[in-house]
Structures are given as structure tokens and as C-alpha cells.
């Protein structure tokens, strides 16, 4: 089975490959942004992006679309993280969390369509705290991995290796289910 995943984003790509591999899924990559319309759940994101990659590859795709919300706020950052991080930067988002509520968590959706008219969308979160400051500030990782420490962990998702961290990761659960699901349907 081979299904393409359509994203700008390499590392998302990488996490997700070695994951479907492991369930004898080939997971191919179109790199290219798709449009994420505002007022849209994750979910309906995810089922948006996964439109738009049908009608551009013509064959089955998958999407995906990640939130990070900080506990102390309602729907913030959420699903306009990278456009409140490149508003904001660390500073602005550590300083918004200062003397309040430090719990966060990564929300992703796994959307996949095969013929662009059913969707199946699986849900992976990862919770933890807020990091006081930034770590690892020129490792090439996701921003918010550098002020997020994950549950049951003593550091940010920065310091943790690679192949540790997408074992256990939102992205990481959402795609062991997507898998799951896809095995089981193909059997």
C-alpha cells in the first residue's frame, strides 16, 4: 500500500514514514503548503488539506494538521501556532504564561482519503508543562518543541532524540492509529 503525504514540512514527513513503514505502509512525500482556511477545527483542517492533496495528486493521500494549546488560555495558541510563534516568537508566548497555568498540549489529526470523497481522520495528543525558557535554540526541530516538556519527562521535546520522541509523540499516536485502522481494513 502507498500513500502520499502532502506538507511543506520534512520532519513531519520523516516522523510519519518510519511509523507506516513499520505497518508495511509506503509513505510518499509531495512537498507543497496547503491552504488552511480560518474558523476550521484541526479535524476539519485536516479533511480540508486532505481535499486540496486529492484533487493534486489524484491518488491516496494523507494530511495532517497540529494544534498546541496552552491550558491557561482557550483555543490559544491552537491551530494558528506557527502564526502566533512568528507573531510572537518565544519571548511573547513565554511571557503570555508567566504566573499562570504552565500545562499544554500537542492536538494532531491524521487525515487520509483514498478516492477525495471519504475521509478518515485519527486523533494523537500529547500533553505536558511549558518549559521557563528555550532550549536548544539552533536545533532544527518544530518551535514549540523547544518550551515543551512532555509528561513523565524531566526536559523539552528538543533534548529528546529523534527516534525516542516519535515513538511517543502526537503525531506519532495519531499515525499508529491510521496504521492500525489501514491494516485492519486491508486484511
Same mark, same amino acid.
Not at 61 to 64: A, I, K
Not at 94 to 107: S, T
Given at each position: 500500500m502507498?500513500? +502520499?503525504l502532502v506538507s511543506g514540512n520534512r520532519? @513531519?514527513?520523516? =516522523? $510519519?514514514s518510519k511509523k507506516l513503514a513499520l505497518a %508495511?505502509? =509506503?509513505l510518499l512525500w509531495k512537498k507543497t503548503s496547503l491552504e488552511e482556511p480560518d474558523g476550521l477545527s484541526l479535524e476539519e483542517t485536516a479533511k480540508e488539506k486532505a481535499r486540496q492533496a486529492f484533487a493534486l495528486v489524484k491518488a491516496p493521500?494523507? +494530511? =495532517?494538521d497540529t494544534g498546541v494549546f496552552f491550558d491557561a488560555f482557550d483555543n490559544f495558541p491552537g491551530s494558528k501556532a506557527k502564526r502566533y510563534f512568528e507573531e510572537l516568537g518565544f519571548d511573547g508566548l !513565554? =511571557? @503570555?504564561? *508567566? %504566573? @499562570? *497555568?504552565?500545562?499544554?498540549?500537542?492536538?494532531t489529526f491524521v487525515c487520509f482519503t483514498e478516492n477525495g470523497k471519504e475521509f478518515h481522520c485519527f486523533k494523537g495528543e500529547l500533553k505536558g508543562t511549558l518549559a521557563k525558557e528555550v532550549h536548544n535554540l539552533e536545533k532544527d526541530v518544530l518551535p514549540y518543541e523547544k518550551i515543551f516538556i512532555p509528561n513523565g519527562f524531566k526536559c +523539552? $521535546?528538543?533534548d529528546i532524540p529523534r527516534e525516542k520522541k516519535n515513538t511517543f509523540s502526537h503525531r506519532a499516536q495519531a499515525t499508529k492509529k491510521f496504521a492500525g485502522w !489501514? @491494516?485492519?481494513k486491508n486484511d
Open positions: 502507498q500513500a +502520499t520532519h @513531519k514527513f520523516d =516522523e $510519519m %508495511g505502509i =509506503e493521500v494523507v +494530511t =495532517e !513565554l =511571557e @503570555k504564561v *508567566n %504566573g @499562570k *497555568n504552565r500545562d499544554a498540549r500537542f492536538v +523539552t $521535546m528538543s !489501514l @491494516k485492519e
